[in-house]
């Protein structure tokens, strides 16, 4: 029998994160993650799972910095980072082990991770302009969010294109890109990291619009009321 209506499946993890509706690549990557956290993963605590996370992103660092085909390494660790970064949560839900400080232990390690993640791109060879361009709009974007929950929003607000599954890939697939073809993009020839880069700025400028609109309609409007 499915376990989705319980604590670590998707309506539980919708629960979580404010009664969002899921989308269906997020139904798929939440019972990817469910069965995962069924095994003996069960048995890790939830905020070491979180710090394994930054630890597979750092490691990808290293890996990206010593070029030649180790970047080929950096998007497996990328993926790893990847799904740890889902387990941690999954893992909380379904032993009964999540907590409000959890929660802050494993939005520390995403942060940190999330600065990682632009040093891979800027150890790939993005110019230091596109790398800044990339991280500031995810830095803001998870800043505001949390913001506008301390005063009474409800939930994210809104999921956007420019969510950490969206860092992730883009990285994973410039570090893939980087050591299967290090000449370049196909027919342009432009590098895998720029290109990334570029790909991060534009989804987190949309992702920056569409949270705003999920804000304006989500926060309460005034001290003490419901929206």
Do not use: K, N
Not at 45 to 73: E, K
Not at 158 to 177: D, F, K, Q, S, Y
């Amino acid at each position: 029998m499915s376990d989705a209506s319980g604590p670590g499946g998707p309506a539980g993890w919708s629960a979580l994160h404010g009664g969002i509706a899921l989308s269906p690549p997020v139904r798929a990557w939440l019972w990817l993650v469910q069965r995962l956290a069924a095994g003996p993963v069960t048995r890790v605590p939830p905020d070491v799972l979180s710090l394994a996370g930054v630890l597979a992103v750092a490691s990808a660092l290293a890996a990206a910095a010593a070029g030649g085909r180790w970047p080929l390494l950096s998007a497996l660790l990328v993926v790893a980072a990847g799904v740890l970064d889902g387990l941690d949560g999954a893992v909380a839900l379904r032993t009964g082990r999540a907590r409000p400080l959890g929660a802050v232990v494993d939005a520390a390690a995403d942060r940190v991770g999330d600065l990682l993640l632009i040093a891979v791109l800027a150890a790939l060879g993005a110019p230091l302009g596109w790398v800044l361009a990339a991280g500031a709009p995810a830095l803001l974007h998870e800043y505001v969010r949390a913001r506008a929950q301390a005063v009474g929003m409800p939930g994210v607000g809104a999921v956007t294109v420019a969510e950490r599954p969206t860092r992730l890939i883009v990285v994973a697939v410039a570090a893939l890109g980087t050591g299967t073809l290090p000449a370049g993009t196909p027919f342009t020839g432009w590098g895998w990291a720029t290109v990334c880069a570029v790909l991060w700025t534009v989804a987190g400028v949309v992702g920056a619009l569409q949270l705003a609109v999920g804000i304006v309609r989500s926060v309460p409007r005034g001290y003490g009321q419901d929206r």
